[in-house]
């Protein structure tokens, strides 16, 4: 038996100890199988770049689980995507990449594929098991559901998560130190999220929560409002910017800064047609969408309120690689080696789809069928330690739209 594994997508808290995971539940349960990595993603499954574990590696599984990152390398490649995979030299010109990709699996004798990656990583390798199973190919593919974002249906909690707001929580607690080096700062804080506010919301909320462990002078010299939250704006919610600037204009009087969090995806649809209607082409990667790097939320949303809040200084730093880059934190680990458990036993049994929390089965871990996972599945702005947060920082919550300006 021959078992392949992909990580796809951008880096997350959670590829190297999915692999880990992996190798050890198939020490156990299939010890005498072939386990094999095709080197950056679904790119190295069109070239056929591929590593094979040697039981030196096997037997040191747990030293995955210590590292960030992917030790196979990612990509980020579409497979139905033809036009970008020949630009790419992934595939000859009038090649199919999904006949490409199924025909490597075959000629390495691959009985089972497992992809870690978000909802595009596992979008296509939905597409890519459909096309095996209408063209008669026996080969079992079972994700596992990675992404910072949190948001892919319906997986109740996304492996990485967890971590990526941990870490960006810790980031901003550095950065806030900033707020000492003039009068009347605006620091902001942009976090990852394109759709979805999950990660901008939990790590606002992690570094609110972590202020009350400081001990703080009674005083204004060293007074926890000057180093807190004062607003997390994320795509679910609208950004009423006229109010929000009267709020947040008080609060620099009262404490000399501002200290904002926003995620990458706020707004950008204002931003994007604002840059559109002078002319800008803001250009799109393989998967549709925006390239956030050219937006550049935070940069934009800096220089709308610099002058509106009498900022002296403005400083836009963002968390995503710092975020993206560690090692799972003690609660991811559990949720990985869980996923892995399930994803291993699902394909030794011959059963594709995506090892995951299931929100429709009560949270309950199981492979979720392929044809339901999808992305886009938006924060849930009802939760509780979301309103506790935005009562604490006197945000008021707003209603679901975009930016009202």
């Given at each position: 038996?021959?078992?392949?594994?992909?990580?796809?997508?951008?880096?997350?808290?959670?590829?190297?100890?999915?692999?880990?995971?992996?190798?050890?539940?198939?020490?156990?349960?299939?010890?005498?199988?072939?386990?094999m990595g095709y080197l950056n993603g679904y790119q190295g499954l069109l070239t056929g770049k591929n590593y094979h574990f040697p039981q030196s590696v096997r037997d040191q599984a747990e030293v995955f689980y210590n590292f960030g990152g992917s030790p196979i390398g990612n990509s980020r490649v579409k497979l139905t995507n033809i036009e970008d995979c020949v630009k790419r030299g992934l595939v000859q010109e009038g090649e199919n990449p999904l006949e490409v990709a199924a025909r490597r699996l075959q000629d390495d004798k691959i009985d089972i594929l497992h992809t870690i990656g978000g909802d595009d990583t596992n979008s296509t390798a939905a597409d890519l098991a459909h096309y095996l199973?209408?063209?008669g190919y026996d080969l079992t593919v079972v994700g596992l559901p990675k992404t910072i974002d949190n948001d892919v249906f319906p997986i109740a909690q996304t492996l990485g998560a967890w971590t990526a707001a941990h870490q960006s929580a810790r980031f901003f607690r550095n950065v806030a130190n900033e707020n000492t080096t003039s009068s009347r700062q605006l620091i902001i804080h942009e976090v990852m999220g394109r759709n979805c506010g999950w990660l901008t919301a939990r790590a606002a909320y992690e570094y609110h929560e972590s202020l009350h462990r400081y001990d703080w002078l009674p005083d204004a010299l060293l007074h926890q409002l000057r180093w807190d939250v004062d607003a997390a704006w994320i795509p679910e919610l609208e950004i009423d910017l006229d109010a929000e600037v009267e709020r947040l204009h008080r609060m620099m009087d009262e404490h000399d800064s501002v200290n904002l969090f926003i995620s990458e995806g706020a707004g950008v649809d204002v931003i994007v047609h604002e840059k559109e209607s002078k002319g800008e082409t803001v250009a799109k990667d393989a998967f549709g969408h925006y390239r956030l790097d050219d937006v550049n939320v935070g940069k934009w949303f800096g220089e709308q309120l610099k002058e509106k809040l009498g900022a002296e200084k403005v400083l836009v730093q963002k968390s995503g690689y710092f975020a993206r880059?560690?090692?799972?934190?003690?609660?991811?680990?559990?949720?990985?080696?869980?996923?892995?458990?399930?994803?291993?036993?699902?394909?030794?049994?011959?059963?594709?789809?995506?090892?995951?929390?299931?929100?429709?089965?009560?949270?309950?871990?199981?492979?979720?069928?392929?044809?339901?996972?999808?992305?886009?599945?938006?924060?849930?702005?009802?939760e509780e330690w979301f309103n506790k947060l935005l009562g604490e920082i006197g945000q008021p919550k707003g209603q679901p739209a975009t930016v009202n300006h």
């Amino acid at each position: 038996m021959r078992i392949a594994f992909l990580t796809a997508g951008g880096i997350a808290p959670c590829l190297s100890a999915s692999i880990g995971g992996l190798i050890e539940q198939y020490n156990r349960l299939a010890p005498d199988a072939d386990l094999m990595g095709y080197l950056n993603g679904y790119q190295g499954l069109l070239t056929g770049k591929n590593y094979h574990f040697p039981q030196s590696v096997r037997d040191q599984a747990e030293v995955f689980y210590n590292f960030g990152g992917s030790p196979i390398g990612n990509s980020r490649v579409k497979l139905t995507n033809i036009e970008d995979c020949v630009k790419r030299g992934l595939v000859q010109e009038g090649e199919n990449p999904l006949e490409v990709a199924a025909r490597r699996l075959q000629d390495d004798k691959i009985d089972i594929l497992h992809t870690i990656g978000g909802d595009d990583t596992n979008s296509t390798a939905a597409d890519l098991a459909h096309y095996l199973q209408e063209n008669g190919y026996d080969l079992t593919v079972v994700g596992l559901p990675k992404t910072i974002d949190n948001d892919v249906f319906p997986i109740a909690q996304t492996l990485g998560a967890w971590t990526a707001a941990h870490q960006s929580a810790r980031f901003f607690r550095n950065v806030a130190n900033e707020n000492t080096t003039s009068s009347r700062q605006l620091i902001i804080h942009e976090v990852m999220g394109r759709n979805c506010g999950w990660l901008t919301a939990r790590a606002a909320y992690e570094y609110h929560e972590s202020l009350h462990r400081y001990d703080w002078l009674p005083d204004a010299l060293l007074h926890q409002l000057r180093w807190d939250v004062d607003a997390a704006w994320i795509p679910e919610l609208e950004i009423d910017l006229d109010a929000e600037v009267e709020r947040l204009h008080r609060m620099m009087d009262e404490h000399d800064s501002v200290n904002l969090f926003i995620s990458e995806g706020a707004g950008v649809d204002v931003i994007v047609h604002e840059k559109e209607s002078k002319g800008e082409t803001v250009a799109k990667d393989a998967f549709g969408h925006y390239r956030l790097d050219d937006v550049n939320v935070g940069k934009w949303f800096g220089e709308q309120l610099k002058e509106k809040l009498g900022a002296e200084k403005v400083l836009v730093q963002k968390s995503g690689y710092f975020a993206r880059s560690a090692a799972p934190n003690d609660d991811d680990l559990d949720l990985i080696k869980a996923s892995c458990a399930q994803a291993a036993k699902s394909a030794l049994e011959k059963v594709s789809g995506v090892a995951g929390l299931d929100e429709d089965q009560g949270g309950q871990m199981r492979t979720i069928e392929f044809p339901r996972i999808k992305g886009g599945k938006p924060f849930d702005t009802d939760e509780e330690w979301f309103n506790k947060l935005l009562g604490e920082i006197g945000q008021p919550k707003g209603q679901p739209a975009t930016v009202n300006h």
